[in-house]
T-cell receptor, first 112, second 114 residues
Framework: DTAVSQTPKYLVTQMGNDKSIKCEQNLGHDTMYWYKQDSKKFLKIMFSYNNKELIINETVPNRFSPKSPDKAHLNLHINSLELGDSAVYFC???????????FGEGSRLTVL | GDSVTQMEGPVTLSEEAFLTINCTYTATGYPSLFWYVQYPGEGLQLLLKATKADDKGSNKGFEATYRKETTSFHLEKGSVQVSDSAVYFCALSDPLDSNYQLIWGAGTKLIIKP
């Protein structure tokens, strides 16, 4: 039973399209995150929600919009995709803000 | 601001060799320190942690000691296996950061050859 699950795992799309990535956790955690990992494995926090409230909103283009319908779900919608958006996007969750994160397997986005 | 610096990879070792991956940090407060591991094609997973000075975190044969005097948290393992090949990330969480946001190192790729 997967603890943090993301869908889709792979996403190939054209520039200018809009796409969404979904994330669900069944750990009972109250905090969820979106990270972007580039080709050099560098991790960048994008957003964090605690009890459905946005607590971290790093400098990312406003084409990226997170949505948390409930504590167990955090989705990421990306408008007008650009080549530079190609990366692996990881969802993660934690109980509080302890630093102990549980990650999903990642969603590899390729923009052509 | 806070930061984490890891040794640059890739680090290539033979099986059964001794491993050290260096990690140093700068922080305003007294942070908690973490090592995460990312196996190929997978998400990150917590390997070990330490929450105060002189604490030693350990898991799966890996160890790291929180050294406040040298602001370091080096990862060590006495005898590596091929299955340890992965990317290792050092990270800190500073209680003076209102969001307790994790600050990540750049990651160190470890390659173990049979």
């Amino acid at each position: 039973d997967t603890a943090v699950s993301q869908t889709p795992k792979y996403l190939v799309t054209q520039m200018g399209n809009d796409k969404s990535i979904k994330c669900e956790q069944n750990l009972g955690h109250d905090t969820m995150y979106w990270y972007k990992q580039d080709s050099k494995k560098f991790l960048k926090i994008m957003f964090s929600y605690n009890n459905k409230e946005l607590i971290i909103n790093e400098t990312v283009p406003n084409r990226f919009s997170p949505k948390s319908p409930d504590k167990a779900h955090l989705n990421l919608h990306i408008n007008s995709l650009e080549l530079g958006d190609s990366a692996v996007y990881f969802c993660a969750s934690s109980l509080g803000v302890t630093g102990e994160l549980f990650f999903g397997e990642g969603s590899r986005l390729t923009v052509l | 601001g806070d930061s984490v610096t890891q040794m640059e990879g890739p680090v290539t070792l033979s099986e059964e060799a001794f491993l050290t991956i260096n990690c140093t940090y700068t922080a305003t407060g007294y942070p908690s320190l973490f090592w995460y591991v990312q196996y190929p094609g997978e998400g990150l997973q917590l390997l070990l942690k330490a929450t105060k000075a002189d604490d030693k975190g350990s898991n799966k044969g890996f160890e790291a000691t929180y050294r406040k005097e040298t602001t370091s948290f080096h990862l060590e393992k006495g005898s590596v296996q091929v299955s340890d090949s992965a990317v290792y990330f050092c990270a800190l969480s500073d209680p003076l950061d209102s969001n307790y946001q994790l600050i990540w190192g750049a990651g160190t790729k470890l390659i173990i050859k049979p």
